[in-house]
């Protein structure tokens, strides 16, 4: 089985306080899928001195065909 990996990598800095987000938007790719494959997201977070509280992490992957 053959195999191909695309990494895109990125690093952001997320604001603190209540209502507030950030964006992250990657558009122009052109990676071929197949009905096997899949994607994985991997999110990595610092060592805390307070673990925060109350965050939430949404995301969404859009494909065009």
Do not use: F, H
Not at 29 to 46: F, H, R, T
Request: positive net charge; proline residues 3%; glycine residues 6%.
């Amino acid at each position: 089985v053959s195999q191909s990996r695309y990494r895109i990598t990125t690093s952001m800095t997320w604001n603190a306080g209540a209502n507030s987000y950030n964006l992250l938007r990657v558009t122009g790719l052109n990676i071929a899928l197949a009905a096997d494959d899949y994607w994985e997201i991997k999110i990595v977070c610092p060592t805390w001195a307070t673990n925060p509280t109350g965050v939430t992490v949404q995301g969404t992957v859009t494909y065009q065909y």
